[in-house]
């Protein structure tokens, strides 16, 4: 009997040997693992693939934005060209003006409001109608250590001898008077 239980029990365990040994081989394993990335890389090559239709069905279209590009491009430098000709043709136009216009005129006053400008300007025709009469009056809005003033400036003179004439008439009528540019708005 107790041959029988040694044979018994050494095929037991040669039995429960066999049967515990079931982990997978390094074999097994590798080729699970190669199975896995082949997986992975069918995957890829789909995504690929995806990417590739996508891509074809692009192309035309990206061709066509590359034709817009170099038309826009064209378009951008003639409006820059044309811009430029235009500030020309604006900076001639003021210069004509300029020299149309008479350079010089007389600054009778310089007063803090537009009101009182007005009012000292009909004195000024009253007190002297044989020299200010017919010339055109203007004003000039600045701006002196934050205050605003308003200067009175009459006549238009193409010449700085006349409009020096004119002035020193005033002055020796006791008027205030100097010769400057021609700017400022109409009165």
């Not at 826009?72 to 500030?87: A, F, G, M, V, W």
């Not at 109608?129 to 605003?148: D, H, M, S, T």
Request: net charge positive; charged share 25%; glycine share 2%.
């Amino acid at each position: 009997m107790k041959l029988t239980f040694t044979i018994v029990l050494s095929t037991l365990l040669t039995l429960t040997g066999c049967v515990s040994n079931s982990e997978p081989s390094a074999e097994m394993e590798k080729i699970t693992n190669q199975q896995a990335e082949i997986e992975i890389l069918k995957e890829q090559q789909l995504e690929f693939k995806n990417q590739f239709a996508i891509w074809q069905e692009m192309q035309p279209n990206i061709a066509r934005l590359v034709v817009i590009e170099d038309e826009l491009n064209t378009l951008i430098q003639q409006l820059r060209d044309l811009t430029k000709e235009s500030k020309m043709k604006a900076r001639e136009e003021k210069r004509k003006i300029r020299e149309a216009r008479p350079f010089y005129m007389l600054q009778l006053a310089s007063l803090n409001s537009l009101d009182n400008l007005k009012k000292n300007w009909d004195e000024q025709q009253q007190l002297y109608p044989e020299i200010l009469n017919g010339l055109a009056a203007r004003y000039q809005q600045i701006k002196v250590q934050g205050k605003q003033y308003y200067r009175l400036k009459v006549g238009e003179f193409n010449q700085k001898s006349d409009a020096l004439t004119t002035c020193k008439a005033l002055i020796t009528q006791q008027a205030n008077c100097i010769v400057v540019n021609n700017t400022g708005k109409k009165l």
